[in-house]
């Protein structure tokens, strides 16, 4: 019997494509997000059960797994204020916020969770991070993430839930953020601009198609082998500049790079990728 899964976040630029990957793999999907007028034009709206809920309206007194169906697991994707990474919102609101709720689900029964986290709970650290790393965040939403997990960690112990956080790098593709790199690069070939303006585009990083993304985020919430901290990325070191002009070769895109327009950003290191042992044995 396929399991019933419940994902939060479902329309947005990873939920999206999550949910894509349950229904193609045919799986029951409980789909919720904030904005239910954004679901309805999604074409898988007619192939869930669609649920809104806005985290802001968290009531304790709500019994929140039978609310959502009595899901077999949960896939939890939302997280509200990005990509305003060094707001204190994220500490002060989104953090007692996700957290009572994931420990609402949890304490009524929820016995198989997966949390997306991100790269940046490794902080300033440089080269290949692996999961066993100590956490050093340097921003607002770094610290915010860090702390969800390592309180989840604790209460799931206590519950006895099968608990897998999905460390999240760097991710591209259809429906991400305007603000992006290449959402950006994008527009200028389109306005056909004679150059695009970016960093000096030296700083190596970790990328990967937010459809491998989705794929392997399935993958890890559908076993139990491999628990705890788990990188999503490729394991493949590239500076922007090459992932830049990369991407350039494979759209036929032509545009001079304007390098070293933009400052080098603050909350990141200059050079880190992911270390892929652990997502490895479950992909293959």
């Known amino acids: 019997m396929n399991r019933k899964v419940l994902i939060t976040?479902?329309?947005?630029?990873?939920?999206n494509h999550v949910v894509h990957e349950l229904l193609k793999k045919?799986?029951?999907?409980?789909?919720?997000?904030?904005?239910?007028e954004k679901a309805e034009i999604a074409d898988w709206f007619n192939k869930v059960k669609y649920i809104p809920f806005d985290l802001a309206s968290y009531d304790p007194g709500i019994n929140y797994y039978q609310f959502f169906g009595e899901p077999d697991m949960l896939i939890h994707l939302a997280w509200e204020g990005l990509p305003a990474y060094k707001s204190s919102f994220h500490q002060d609101v989104n953090l007692p916020?996700?957290?009572a709720f994931l420990s609402n689900l949890i304490e009524n029964g929820l016995?198989?969770?997966?949390v997306t986290g991100t790269c940046f709970e490794y902080g300033m650290q440089e080269g290949c991070l692996k999961e066993d790393m100590p956490t050093m965040p340097g921003n607002a939403y770094g610290m915010?993430?860090?702390?969800?997990?390592k309180k989840l960690e604790i209460l799931v112990k206590k519950h006895a839930v099968s608990f897998k956080w999905v460390r999240l790098f760097y991710m591209y593709g259809k429906g991400q953020n305007p603000g992006s790199l290449l959402s950006q690069l994008d527009k200028a070939l389109v306005d056909h601009e004679p150059v695009f303006n970016m960093s000096g585009g030296e700083q190596v990083r970790d990328f990967l198609p937010v459809e491998k993304v989705a794929a392997d985020i399935v993958m890890i919430a559908f076993q139990n082998k491999v628990t705890g901290v788990i990188n999503c990325c490729s394991g493949k070191p590239v500076t922007v500049k090459e992932f830049v002009e990369n991407y350039l070769r494979e759209t036929n895109g032509h545009?001079?790079?304007n390098l070293g327009y933009y400052p080098y950003p603050d909350h990141e290191p200059m050079r880190f990728w992911g270390d892929t042992h652990k997502l490895n044995k479950i992909i293959n």
């Open 9 to 15: 976040g479902a329309t947005g630029f990873i939920g």
């Open 26 to 36: 045919e799986y029951p999907v409980i789909a919720s997000s904030l904005h239910k």
């Open 97 to 99: 916020r996700h957290l």
């Open 111 to 114: 016995k198989d969770l997966t």
């Open 144 to 149: 915010a993430k860090d702390m969800l997990r």
């Open 255 to 257: 545009i001079s790079l």
